[in-house]
C-alpha cells in the first residue's frame, strides 16, 4: 500500500511538530493515537486495539513500537526505516511498557 500523502507532505509535518516540541522545551511526545500515527508518518495501523506507541524526538526522531504482525504494515503504509521499527512479542505476561522505556536508553 502506498503513502497517502507524498513524502515532502510528512517531512513538513515532522518539522512542524519537531519545531513545536523545541519551542515548548520537550524533548519527546509519545503518540499513542492511530490517527496521531498516520498524520505523522502515514502508519496506517490495523492493530489499533492493541498497545502501539510512536516516539517522537525533539531532535526529529520517529520509533515505533508495535507488535510483529503489525510490522510488515508499518513498512508498506509509513516513511519509517525498518531500523525505526521496534517489535514487541505479544505473548502472556509481557510489559510492551517496559519496551518502550528500553528505546529512551
Given at each position: ?19 513545536s516540541l523545541q519551542s ?16 505523522i508518518c502515514g502508519y ?62
Amino acid at each position: 500500500m502506498p503513502l497517502h500523502f507524498e513524502t515532502k507532505e510528512y517531512a513538513m509535518r515532522l518539522e512542524s511538530a519537531r519545531q513545536s516540541l523545541q519551542s515548548r522545551g520537550l524533548d519527546g511526545i509519545l503518540m499513542f493515537s492511530p490517527e496521531s500515527q498516520y498524520w505523522i508518518c502515514g502508519y496506517d495501523t490495523f492493530g489499533f486495539a492493541l498497545f502501539q506507541c510512536l516516539v517522537l524526538s525533539s531532535s526529529g526522531e520517529l520509533h515505533l513500537l508495535t507488535r510483529a504482525p503489525d510490522f510488515r504494515q508499518a513498512q508498506q503504509t509509513s516513511t519509517l526505516p525498518d531500523a525505526k521499527i521496534h517489535i514487541w512479542k505479544d505473548v502472556e505476561g509481557v510489559n510492551p511498557a517496559e519496551h518502550l522505556a528500553a528505546i529512551f536508553e
